[in-house]
């Protein structure tokens, strides 16, 4: 059963399915269960009507005075208006960005942060609780190559097959202290162990300082080590153990991973006795659950499918519900600049750091470009539109038709015209009028639902519908004018566009977006 907005106008507001949905089990034709229905829905008359259509749809229209009245019950929600508290909040942990401390975040690293961000602002709209949580690791061969290649920058050695040759690493070598050079040269050390512990910790808070400048900020920050230190990763293999899940072969330790739908089973230790990924991945499932979540969320690249399908397992044998664990795959973004693609490899030291990407457009410009596909949609980000301060910008537009409503509520109290709802019910009904308040009031669906489905980026198409029919409207109602038959509306059509400002910049706001007042 569904409740939908109709492509068409002519079948309403809103139309169901469910009489048709009910007909096979109750054994009734569908039109006899919509019109009983209808009967007992009792929709107000001042609110709309409903009607039953072949072959069993009910379609529900709200009447147009009702629509009109509405605007002043968005000014009264104010600042609160579209954030309708779900039934039942849950505890939510959202892990998102997670790159590796070997290298500034780049372009590549962008669209996480900007999608994970910008999900946990919803969830939190409708009340969830919400924990950002970021994490890295410090504990694998990638950190130690980096600290031999901020060792071969240091000495003048070649840098390693498998380092990392950014001018970052030549200014991590130049700024390497004295104690922690002297703690690498030490004849027992591991010189690219020290080094790399030093460089990614140095690294983690250059990236932590990227994400503010961005305003995005977290509320954990977990190390793969902290993993291991903590126990997490022993006793949840344990476990695992003790329930027949793991067993040993060939010198290894096996998860079975297959007896859980993964298509085959997945080596936990191998067998020099080190850890593989997948070991601190169960380690850390157990960890977070410890902590009260109700669910956790993962934001990873498109190509980690499998390793997903390991991590469900694992959640299942573990003992938990695997409802309450979701991965949200993101397909990958092409950047482009003058019809060129932009190359990015931080092996090699090149690539486009989001600072620069920042410094060139804007956090409003970015968030909004990566927070407007779908996460399985990919991307072609066109840096040279999102710089462009034009209608071609949908940003821009939006932006801009927030600081056309201020400009317009400033120049009426200087005209000493004021806002009033007080005959919105008879004067707003306009068809541009009427689309426009019809609109505003989808904001709490379109949050809600965002929220629901886990999927934000209906958030920024909704903000750039409501500007496109408030830009419909100025050009087709009169909103300040000197005709005196046009006057009588200006006090409902000022309250209208007090409420397409409200629910521009409650909007903009959820998206993390500056409403600028003038433009």
Known sequence: MSIQRPARAEHGDYATNAAMQLAPVARIPPMRIAEALVTELQLPEAM????????????????AGWVASQVGAILRAGTGYGRVPVEHPRSVNVEFVSANPTGPLTLGNARGAFVGDLLCR???????????????????AQVRNLGLSVL????GDPIPEDGYRGEYVAALAASLPDDVWAAAATTSADAGEVLGRWASERVRTGIEESLDRLGVHFDVWTTEGSLYRDGWVERAVEELRKAGRVYEEDGAVWFRSSAFGDDKDRVVYRS???????????????????????ELIYLWGEDHHGTVAR????????????ESVHWLLMAWVRFVRDGTEVGM???AGEFVTLDELLEEIGPDAARWFFGSRATTTGIDFDIELAKRQSNENPVYYVQYAHARCCSILRNARERSVEASTADAAVLLRHPAE????RELLRLPEVLSDAAARRETHEVPKYCLEVAGLFSQFYRD????????EEARFSGARLALVDAVRLVLANTLGTLGIAAPETM
């Open 434 to 437: 009427q689309a426009l308040i």
């Open 477 to 484: 109602c009169r909103v300040l004018t000197d005709d005196p």
């Open 272 to 294: 020099n006795g080190q850890p593989t990924y997948f070991a601190s991945d169960i380690g850390y499932l157990a960890q977070k659950f410890s902590r009260g979540f109700d």
């Open 311 to 322: 991590n469900r397992a694992a959640a299942r044998a573990l003992g938990f519900d695997p």
């Open 48 to 63: 709309g009507t409903a009607e039953v259509a072949p072959p069993g749809f009910i379609n529900i229209r709200l009447e």
């Open 122 to 140: 919803v969830l939190e709209a409708v009340g969830h609780r919400v924990t950002r949580e970021y994490y890295f690791n410090d504990f694998n």
């Open 152 to 155: 071969a920058r240091r000495t």
């Open 345 to 347: 490899s931080k092996r």
